[in-house]
Structure formats: structure tokens, C-alpha cells
């Protein structure tokens, strides 16, 4: 009876030893995302776009602005010479002015900074998804953000996957079509 308790006790003691020996190693990285942000091609673009949008925007808005400063400078000089009550009606047109002007301004960066953060919102979406089928496809266990909203205190350099992942990334759109691609596409495709 005790040999075959000790039988007993030394199989599986030797299961466990081979299961413990099974054990898969973990492969994890990380990857710097504000670095992946300034890099990443797409988030250029996008950036490129609303910056450009925010120009134009705001030389047409600029140009009301220098209108309305001209018309004050005009008022200062013009209210001495036509009177007190024209310079309380101008003046109080002129301020309302201000005020819309300064509105318009609100409302435009409100603006710029809803659509861009719709876009901003999606391409992180994104970006996401690609680093979760990324870290599928190549076996890792887990794969960190570190940067502006870090989650990784500290990380040695050889676990850092950022550039590859920028590189794919990067590839990948370039492989799609753009936007302007799409719509010559169909229009070709309606003749």
C-alpha cells in the first residue's frame, strides 16, 4: 500500500513537472503612442487638413476684423465732427459688431475643434484596432501604451514596437485609397 502511494505521489509529481515545463512565455511590448501620433502618417494628414481649414477660415474672419477696426478708427475721428447722438448710435452698432465678431471667432474654433475631434477620435479607433490584430497576428501576450496617457511606468528599449508598428501602420495607408481616389473612382466607374 505504501509503494503505491509513493507511485501515486511520484506520477504525479511528474505531471506537474512536465506541465509547468508546457508553460508558453509571454510576449509583451509597448509602444510610445505620443511618438506614434507625430508619425503616423494619417495623423499628419489630418492635422495638415484642420490646420489648413482653420487658415482659411480665419483670413475671412481676419478680414471682417480689420474691416471693423478700420470703421472704430473712422468713428473716433468722425464723432467730434458729427455730434453726440450720431456718435452713441454708431458707437452702440459698432459694439455689436464686436460682440458678433467675437462670437463668429468662438464658433469657428468650436467648430474646427468638433469635426477634427470626430476625425481624431475615429483614426484612434483605429489605430487601436490595428495594434490589437497587430499583436494577434505576431504572437504577443500583451502590448502597453506609454506617452501622454501612460500606462507603463518603465519599459527596457528592446520591448519597444513603436516603429514597427508606425512603419505598418504607414503602409497600410498608403495602400488604401483616398477620399479623392474614391470619387474619381466613381465617377470613372458612372462613364
Known sequence: ?????????????????????EVKEVKTAY???????????????????????????????????NRFKQDAANFQSQAQ???QAWAQQRGAELQKREQQLGYAQQQ????????????MDSLVS????????????NGYSYIY????AATVLYAEDKYDIT?????????????????????ATKEEAKK
Not at 500500500?1 to 512536465?18: D, E, H, P, R, T
Not at 501604451?145 to 501622454?148: A, F, M, N
Open 1 to 21: 500500500m505504501k509503494k503505491a502511494l509513493v507511485i501515486i505521489a511520484l506520477s504525479v509529481l511528474v505531471v506537474s513537472c512536465n506541465k509547468t515545463a
Open 31 to 65: 509602444v510610445d503612442t505620443s511618438v506614434l501620433m507625430k508619425e503616423y502618417t494619417e495623423a499628419k494628414d489630418l492635422e495638415a487638413k484642420y490646420k489648413a481649414q482653420s487658415e482659411e477660415k480665419g483670413r475671412q474672419l481676419q478680414a471682417e476684423i
Open 163 to 183: 516603429k514597427e508598428i508606425i512603419k505598418a501602420l504607414n503602409d497600410k495607408y498608403k495602400a488604401e485609397p483616398k477620399a479623392d481616389d474614391k470619387a
Open 108 to 119: 469657428l474654433a468650436q467648430q474646427l475643434q468638433q469635426e477634427s475631434g470626430v476625425e
Open 126 to 137: 483605429g489605430v487601436k484596432k490595428f495594434i490589437k490584430d497587430y499583436g494577434k497576428k
Open 145 to 148: 501604451g506609454t506617452g501622454d
Open 81 to 83: 465732427a458729427n455730434g
